[in-house]
């Protein structure tokens, strides 16, 4: 399955998008990422650090481009779509191309590759009066 942002935009919920960029991977699961050399010549690039401030800009800051979700720590631009060693060795457009590029924060990162749904950020519960009175 090819995920496309012009397809993610129309799923309003952050849920909704979420369940639409999952992977369902496991931790040990060989990726770009374990080719560090090419990890850093590509996320170190011109064009790279140009795409990425496209695409945050596009998403207004915001997790998955979801207005409420906005971002507050460090933002990571999430490839929807799996890409190779081989995409990075002929810097294939495909990798800088924003219609497969979202923004995200490192733990919907971490969901979206090797989770499930609990690793999501939690909204902050909603305190009341006395709800930690303890004989109430």
């Given at each position: ?5 012009s397809?993610?935009?129309?799923l ?17 699961d ?21 795409t ?53 924060i ?31």
């Amino acid at each position: 399955m090819i995920r496309s942002y012009s397809e993610l935009k129309n799923l309003i919920s952050f849920e909704d998008r979420y369940d639409y960029l999952r992977i369902k991977g496991s931790v040990g699961d060989t990726t770009f990422g374990f080719d560090r050399y090419l990890n850093q010549i590509l996320y170190r690039s011109k064009r790279w650090r140009k795409t990425r401030d496209d695409v945050i800009i596009r998403d207004n800051g915001c997790d998955l481009g979801v207005e409420g979700h906005e971002i507050y720590s460090s933002i990571i631009v999430h490839h929807m779509n799996q890409i190779t060693i081989e995409d990075v060795e002929l810097d294939r457009d495909v990798i800088y191309d924003p219609e497969f590029l979202i923004s995200t924060i490192l733990q919907t990162h971490n969901a979206i590759h090797y989770g499930d749904a609990s690793l999501l950020p939690q909204a902050p519960i909603e305190r009341r009066r006395n709800d930690t009175c303890p004989w109430l």
